[in-house]
C-alpha cells in the first residue's frame, strides 16, 4: 500500500516540527558530525539551512504548493546529483519528488552526507513507507529522470552522460544586490546577512552590488562591519588573506576592511571574501546590463524588493517552496514524466 498525498504531507509537515523542536544535545551532535564532514558548515549555517527548511515543512504551505499540481500515481524513479557547498542544499528536489510519490534516487555530495542522510532517517522513521522511496547510491543508473547540480564545469559532464533521460542540469548561479543611495542602515545590515551568510557559497549569495555614480561605500563599510566575527573561520580567512594577497602584488585598486574585499569589477561572480560592485547611472542601462546575465543571476535582492523580480534585502537566503532554482519548476519537470 502506497502512501497517498495526504500522508507524504503528513510525513513531512511532522519532519518540520520534529526539525522545530530538535533537542540542543541532538543539534551539537549533528554540528559535530556534519563538521567532520565538511569545516564550511559551522553551527549558524546549520542552524540557518534547518530554519529555511522548516518554514515551509507546515501542512498547510505544503497543500497550498502541491495542490497547484496534478501528482499522479505512477512511480518513477528519478536520479538526483546533489551539491554540496551549503547545508542540505539539495533537500528541495527530494522534498519534490518524495512528495510527488516518486522514488529517489540519491548521489550525495560528499560534503554534505551526514546531515542528507540523517534528515531521510528521520522521514523513514516518521513513516516506514519510505524506505522504499529513497536510496543512496554511488553510481546513477536505471532511473527514469534526473536532477543534477553542479558546476559550470560539471554540467558539462551531466549533459554528456545524463542527455537522454529527461533532466534539469543546474550550472552556476549567483545573486545581486541593487543599491539607490536611499538605504537606511538596517537594510545594509539586511544586505550583509545576503553576503556572508553561508561564507558566500551559495548560489544565492550576493556576490555584486551595483550602485549609483558616486556611492559612499563607507556607508556600507560602516553597516556590515557586524559581520566582522566571520574573519576567525580559518578557511574564510585563508580566502581573504590569499586574494587580498593578489590585489596586492598586482597593484589591483580594492577597499578593505579587515575581513571583506571590495573591487569594481563587470564581472559577475566573485571569490569567497570578495564582493565586486559596477557603477550605474540609469535604471534602463542597468535593466540592459542585467538582462544579458539573466542565465546566471539566481536572485537579486533591493530595499523592500523594490526593483521588479527581486526580494527585499535579507531575504535572499529565505526561499519559499515554489522558489525553483535557476527559475525552473521543479514540480512541472516532474508532473511531466509520463
Known sequence: MHMNIQQRIEAFSQLGNKIRNISEEEFENLCIHARNNNSWFVETSIK??????????????????????SLNNNSKTIGIVMAGNIPLVGFHDLLCILISGHKAMIKVSSQDEYLMKHICQLLIELNA???????????????????????????????????????????????????????????????????????????????????????????????????????????????????????????????????????????????????????YEIDK????????????????????GSWAGSLPFGQAQCPNLDDYADNVDTMKFIESLK
Open 285 to 304: 542601462a542597468l535593466r540592459q546590463t542585467l538582462s544579458k546575465f539573466e542565465e546566471k543571476i539566481q536572485c537579486i535582492v533591493s530595499k523592500k
Open 129 to 279: 513507507d519510505f524506505k522504499e522511496q529513497i536510496t543512496f547510491v554511488d553510481r546513477l543508473a536505471n532511473m527514469d529522470a534526473i536532477i543534477a547540480t553542479g558546476s559550470d564545469n560539471t554540467s558539462r559532464y551531466f549533459e554528456y552522460y545524463f542527455s537522454k533521460y529527461p533532466n534539469i542540469i543546474r550550472r552556476n548561479r549567483t545573486s545581486i544586490g541593487i543599491l539607490t543611495g536611499e538605504e537606511a542602515d538596517e537594510d545594509l545590515k539586511s544586505l550583509g546577512d545576503d553576503i556572508f551568510t553561508y561564507f558566500g557559497l551559495g548560489c544565492r549569495n550576493v556576490s555584486k552590488i551595483f550602485i549609483p555614480k558616486g556611492y559612499n561605500l563607507n556607508k556600507f563599510f560602516e553597516a556590515v562591519e557586524q559581520f566582522n566575527e566571520i574573519r576567525h573561520h580559518h578557511k574564510y580567512n585563508n580566502n581573504y588573506e590569499y586574494n587580498k594577497s593578489i590585489y596586492l602584488v598586482n597593484n589591483e585598486k580594492h577597499l578593505d576592511n579587515g575581513f571583506l574585499l571590495l573591487k569594481e569589477s563587470t564581472d559577475l561572480v566573485s571569490p569567497i571574501s570578495v564582493l565586486y560592485y559596477e557603477y
Open 48 to 69: 540557518h539551512a534547518l530554519n529555511g527548511i522548516n518554514q515551509f515543512l507546515t501542512k498547510s504551505d505544503l497543500e497550498h504548493w502541491t495542490s497547484k499540481y
